[in-house]
């Protein structure tokens, strides 16, 4: 259970693949829960408290290591936005001219009351009107 994540994130590492990253990560997070609930190691809110602190630190920890580096990129990996602000300023261009095309609001024809004009009942032969 643990070399699989292990081999992903040193995987990923070498080939800088950011894929092969995340999916260890997430396998990795996913043993580590495995292996708590089996241990059953401590009250259940200690191991929520452990665990979220133990992702805080790791995400100020990376924040700080890129945050020191110039060009912000350890290793061939960067923190900066993969798209630049001109592509989603473009995206929302589209959106707004998908928006542009809707159909109009159909609004249905207004129905007429009730109006009881009589008919008939019966069955097997009876019959009868009201």
Known sequence: MVALPAGLVGWGLRERDALSLTLGALLGTA?????????????TWLRWMVGGAALVASALAVRRRFGGRPRRTVAGFTDLALFEPERTAGLVEMAAAVAAFTPEVRTSPE???????????????ASGEF
């Open 111 to 125: 129905r007429e009351g009730l109006r009881g004009e009589g008919g008939e009942f019966g069955g097997g032969g």
């Open 31 to 43: 043993t580590g829960a495995t292996a708590l609930i089996e241990l059953d190691a401590g009250p």
